[in-house]
């Protein structure tokens, strides 16, 4: 008797936490995630992915000008290099510098 009785409860509890749960649905807006790199068919992009975000996330991508052209990023790629010791090959530049400026900059290629 006393076992029904409490399956009873449980089964009320359950069904009220249901219940609230339907009654209360949550709606949760995330800012644009600028923690990976955007997709792109571009070949710079895999190469961005090997070579720009094993010091920091793309978040600081996201953060630039979105109007800066491609001297703006050509400036940033090389100075990745020059100062903080990026180490990738000088020859996937233009490719990278091709994806960063048609995703986070101004410019169409
Ligand atoms: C060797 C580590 C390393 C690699 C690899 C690297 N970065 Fe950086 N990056 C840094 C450091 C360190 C900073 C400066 C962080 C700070 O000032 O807070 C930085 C900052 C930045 C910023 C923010 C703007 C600024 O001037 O501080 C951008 C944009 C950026 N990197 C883009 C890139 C791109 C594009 C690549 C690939 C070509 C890349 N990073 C690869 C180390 C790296």
């Not at 009785?5 to 009220?16: E, M, Q, S, V």
């Not at 997709?39 to 109007?67: I, T």
Request: aromatic fraction near 10%.
């Amino acid at each position: 008797m006393q076992k029904t009785i409490r399956l009873a409860a449980i089964a009320t509890a359950l069904a009220f936490g249901t219940a609230f749960a339907i009654a209360t649905p949550k709606t949760i807006t995330l800012p644009p995630d600028g923690a990976v790199l955007q997709p792109s068919s571009l070949p710079g992009y895999a190469k961005a992915q090997a070579d720009c975000v094993v010091c920091h996330s793309a978040e600081y991508m996201f953060m630039q000008p979105p109007n800066a052209g491609r001297p703006y990023w050509d400036a940033m790629t090389k100075r990745m290099k020059a100062v903080f010791k990026a180490p990738f090959d000088e020859a996937d530049i233009p490719a990278i510098v091709d994806y960063l400026s048609a995703t986070y900059g101004n410019h169409k290629p």
